[in-house]
């Protein structure tokens, strides 16, 4: 239920998507994000960011009614139902995936609703706010189709029931006994596509059509264990974070929903951390997904290839989904924030942080692909070279860590740590295929930076492998210290750091990033528990044989998810989930440490 505001929380949403964006739908009835065309386009559905300014489209029974709500099984087509005194009713919402080049900018959102029960009356108000709300726009029915009109971009919306202007936006009332079904569907028109009208039996068409689509993609998984619907739902999710023209992977489809409400740790998410995309490539192969995989390969051999040195080094942090390196941070000062969190942030200035670690994962991803998928080819593997040769010269800079802290550059072990795993795979590579590389120079930092963690990276008053060298905060990073091999999972020095970790960092098997008193990271305020940290705990604890409290503090994770088995970033002390929803990177570790716990299971 919404709040006094207005606001749900955001764990009570569900996502739909068409491969190009994605809309949340609350569970009562109401779309308040959804971006058109893309993932970062501005956007039309905004009330999540600003419950008076943000437009909405609103839907639902127009008596009191409880709700629930659920994926259409093995898919990405959400039904929300409504059970009342009189009746039940549901919505399915979905956007269908289309790929006929005609289809690419129809961006169509359908939303059917059914009475199923007795009759219930329906109340619907469209209220679109383009631009992030900034933009004015017109109004006008045309044959009982609403046609919405901003300067850069146009919606029609169709219905099977009688709509009405209310000021900018368009309403209707109207009442379903059991078995009858109204269709409401948003296009985007303008240029060569125009309005087109969405009967009932085209909607059932394109339901079924999305509800196989889903399916037959969903076919393609190797997991049969212990968890198949939350690792089931994860990858449906990561699929929907895809966008399909170039191959990209979202880190998630929101922007600044709050890592705390009232704070200003609030960012836009909405672009391609080489990072968290290079691990869903791990996942995604994991689970036997190798053409997602391929496609973002084929993104990074288009756009991530070496640069012309800039200060971030030759590869940025994140890229446009179109593959842009200029992602110019501002703040929409008109916009309240999610439960009044200001700001409200578009674009995201860590683009031009210098992130060592960034090299270890993609290149890590493209061993996995080279390995488990295709063999890279020999363009690809100079693009390679040129990464290892520049870690080679300068692995051992300052940076600003896997976390983007803005609170200066430190020796950061994680940093280290991913650097050792770029030089470790590509030499693997180089050895395995008989590829060309300078070895001697790549074993020698190889080695070098593994003395370097083992002797500055090892904290003797804390008896813990710590944050950044001859420190003795402690991080969370370094969970995956034996999840890269860098160290024996039972090594005596690395056994004592769990418990360090476990000492100061876990509670109830959530996992704190760091402790940003003892290590100031720039920001004011604080956050919740971070859950791709929860899972490399589980996947550390399984590595380290300790499979019962592994399993246990799996379980307990999974309580934290909401409704629908989604995840946000973080997870608050009240357990509400926190930050951009759903994020990548939760869904992604999640996968992982469910597919590593099954096999130690047996």
């Keep these: 239920m ?71 099984p093995d898919t990405n087509v959400l039904i929300t139902r409504f059970f009342t005194a009189d009746g039940v009713g549901e919505v399915q919402d979905f956007m269908p995936v289309t790929g006929g080049s005609a289809e690419v900018e129809r961006h169509r959102l359908i939303r059917r609703v059914l009475c199923v029960r007795g009759a219930l009356p329906f109340r619907t108000r469209v209220a679109p706010r383009f631009d992030y709300g900034a933009s004015a726009h017109t109004v006008r029915l045309v044959e009982g189709m609403a046609v919405f009109e901003s300067e850069k971009l146009a919606l029609s919306l169709t219905s099977t029931v009688p709509l009405e202007c209310d000021g900018p936006d368009v309403r209707a009332d109207f009442k379903l006994s059991e078995g009858e ?85 609030n960012w836009d998410y909405r672009y391609v951390w080489v990072r968290d995309a290079a691990f869903c490539v791990y996942a995604l192969l994991r689970l036997g997904f190798s053409d997602e995989a391929g496609a973002f390969m084929e993104f990074v051999t288009r756009h991530i290839t070496p640069g012309d040195g800039k200060p971030s080094g030759p590869l940025q942090i994140m890229y446009g989904i179109d593959g842009r390196t200029d992602l110019s941070e501002s703040e929409l000062t008109h916009l309240e924030g999610h439960q009044g969190s200001a700001p409200v942030r578009v674009g995201n200035a860590a683009a031009d942080q210098l992130q060592l670690d960034i090299y270890g994962a993609l290149i890590d991803s493209v061993y996995l692909y080279d390995k488990w998928a295709q063999p890279v080819s020999s363009d690809q593997w100079d693009d390679v070279c040129a990464l290892v040769d520049w870690v080679c010269a300068h692995w051992d800079q300052p940076d600003e860590g896997v976390w983007e802290t803005r609170g200066g550059r430190k020796n950061f072990l994680y940093s280290r740590l991913m650097c050792w795993v770029a030089l470790e795979r590509a030499i693997r590579m180089a050895n395995r295929r008989g590829l060309p590389a300078d070895l001697p120079r790549w074993q020698e930092a190889r080695d070098t930076i593994y003395r370097r963690i083992h002797n500055r ?128 990177f939760t869904h992604l570790a999640l996968i992982s440490a469910a597919f590593n716990l099954d096999r130690a299971l047996g």
Aim: aromatic content about 10%; glycine content about 8%; overall charge negative.
């Design 2 to 72: 919404a709040d006094a505001d207005g606001y749900l929380p955001i764990a009570e949403h569900g996502l739909i998507g068409d491969l190009r964006s994605v809309a949340l739908v609350g569970t009562d009835g109401t779309i308040d994000w959804y971006c058109c065309p893309s993932f970062d386009s501005p956007s039309v559905f905004g009330s999540v960011l600003d419950a008076r300014r943000g437009g909405s489209f609103e839907l639902a029974a127009a008596v009191a009614a409880r709700t629930k709500q659920f994926y259409f």
């Design 181 to 265: 079904s109204a269709v409401f569907a948003l296009d985007q028109v303008g240029g060569e596509v125009t309005p087109r009208r969405c009967a009932r039996t085209e909607a059932e068409e394109q339901f079924a059509a999305t509800v196989t689509y889903w399916r037959r993609w969903l076919s393609a998984s190797r997991y049969r264990g212990r968890w198949r619907e939350m690792v089931h739902r994860s990858a449906l999710t990561l699929k929907l974070l895809t966008y399909a023209p170039t191959g990209a992977i979202v880190a998630a489809p929101t922007t600044s929903l709050p890592e705390q409400v009232g704070g200003e740790r």
């Design 457 to 584: 990276g090892w904290s003797p008053r804390r008896q813990a492998f710590v944050q950044h060298e001859d420190g003795d905060v402690l991080d969370a990073a370094v969970l995956m210290m034996p999840l890269t091999k860098f160290i024996a999972p039972t090594d005596p020095k690395w056994l004592s750091t769990l418990d360090a970790l476990t000492e100061d960092l876990v509670s109830d098997s959530l996992v704190y990033r760091y402790d940003p008193v003892a290590s100031p990271d720039g920001l004011r305020g604080d956050e919740g528990t971070f859950s791709i940290c929860s899972f490399w705990y589980v996947e550390a604890l399984v590595h380290a044989g300790r499979l019962d409290e592994a399993r246990l503090a799996f379980e307990k994770m999974l309580t934290y998810a909401n409704h629908l088995g989604l995840f946000a970033e973080e997870i608050s002390q009240t357990g509400e989930q926190q930050g951009n929803f759903p994020q990548a």
